[in-house]
């Protein structure tokens, strides 16, 4: 059975940084789509980073350059470590898993496990 368990999150002051963390269980982060979404109040999901088994990573533009997925197969982990967080940065984060090795466009809808999210907020 997947299972994705979230942490790392916080509040921080704007220009801080945080580091989320998701523990895989279940499946194998090595050959497999991961990837980090978050949803502010009143909005939609947004998928802001991806990465596939290979290693392979894609980035919203809205984080491109501050956010960077990673992971460690050994211990079956995806990190999301955001630098430079803006108040707009502000959401639940969820991270999720899709059973490909290909991750495709970030959508929320082709991603099927999804973690029980962490919340961030960013202060200014």
């Known amino acids: 059975q997947v299972q994705l368990v979230e942490s790392g999150g916080g509040s921080v002051q704007a220009g801080g940084s945080l580091r989320l963390s998701c523990a895989a269980f279940?499946?194998?982060?090595?050959?497999?789509?991961m990837g980090w979404f978050r949803q502010a109040p009143g909005k939609e999901r947004e998928g802001i980073a991806t990465?596939?088994?290979?290693?392979?990573?894609s980035y919203a533009d809205s984080v491109k350059g501050r956010f960077t997925i990673s992971k460690d197969n050994a211990k079956g982990t995806v990190y999301l470590q955001m630098n430079s967080l803006k108040p707009e940065d502000t959401a639940m984060y969820f991270c999720?898993?899709?059973?490909?090795?290909?991750?495709?466009?970030?959508?929320?809808?082709?991603?099927?496990?999804w973690g029980q999210g962490t919340q961030v907020t960013v202060s200014s």
């Open positions: 999720a898993f899709k059973y490909a090795r290909a991750c495709g466009p970030r959508t929320a809808g082709s991603f099927g496990y």
């Open positions: 990465i596939n088994g290979d290693g392979y990573t």
């Open positions: 279940g499946y194998s982060t090595y050959s497999n789509c």
